[in-house]
């Protein structure tokens, strides 16, 4: 049951190792520029026009702050933290779909398609949780458990492909609103680098032994609010990309 695994800092390393000052570091951060998303997004009134997003933020801090808990209390290579990591990391990356959703919408706002997005969206992730259980199923020893960690697996792929569809979306509708545009783009680094990051895991075992693997995911994991606490803070409501060419890649 011990594997690695990364949330924001927080995760299983080799067995006899301690979370040390970097990891606490990465984990600090991260709990703070979620929290500061959010505190923000109140003090701006904003918090509802970008309610998903900030709904995503404030359970990541709560999430934070319960590892924390846990790893006191039970320890970090124990099974409880394992399961509260597992079912949790479920439950945000379900709540990063509906950010991304929202971003859809915000995107397609002009247009008449809300109703379709939202159809296509619930379908993909009922189908993902169908697949996922279809896959665990053959084993039916700690079929839950499984079913959780094939899941969070699916939905993160699911998320990939949803932030690259619409970053082309962005990128095709010539979209000029510059704080919508920054959010998507800080998506998609983030997504891009863990996807790499694990992929590298997975095709290369030596790669695990690094400190590049034990580094990078916590570093992706606090870039997202970091990136968005920046865009939040400097990027006004009104603010436009100035050239539409640039943002579409053209000379």
């Excluded at 949803?162 to 010539?174: D, Q």
């Amino acid at each position: 049951m011990r594997r690695r695994f990364t949330s924001l800092g927080a995760r299983f390393l080799k067995d006899g190792q301690m979370l040390g000052p970097i990891d606490y570091c990465f984990w600090i951060a991260g709990f703070l520029l979620a929290l500061y998303v959010v505190v923000w997004s109140v003090y701006r009134r904003e918090f509802f026009r970008y309610f998903t997003l900030n709904l995503y933020m404030l359970c990541t801090a709560l999430v934070t702050v319960g590892q924390y808990v846990c790893i006191q209390k039970f320890g970090l290579i124990s099974i409880n933290y394992f399961y509260f990591y597992h079912y949790t990391d479920s439950l945000l990356t379900i709540l990063m779909l509906t950010v991304i959703i929202q971003l859809y919408l915000e995107v397609f706002r002009e247009m008449p398609v809300s109703r379709y997005i939202k159809g296509a969206a619930l379908f993909v992730i009922v189908a993902t949780g169908l697949v996922s259980y279809a896959v665990v199923d053959q084993n039916k020893s700690r079929l839950v458990t499984k079913f959780v960690l094939e899941l969070s697996q699916n939905l993160n792929f699911v998320g990939v492909v949803f932030t690259y569809v619409l970053w082309v979306a962005i990128v095709k509708l010539r979209e000029t609103r510059a704080r919508l545009v920054q959010l998507v783009l800080a998506l998609g680094i983030y997504y891009s680098g863990t996807a790499v990051t694990y992929a590298l895991g997975n095709l290369f075992p030596a790669f695990l032994k690094t400190y590049a693997w034990r580094w990078l995911p916590p570093l992706f994991g606090t870039w997202l609010p970091l990136a968005w606490a920046y865009t939040f803070t400097r990027v006004s409501e009104d603010a436009r990309v100035t050239t539409s060419t640039v943002l579409a890649g053209e000379q």
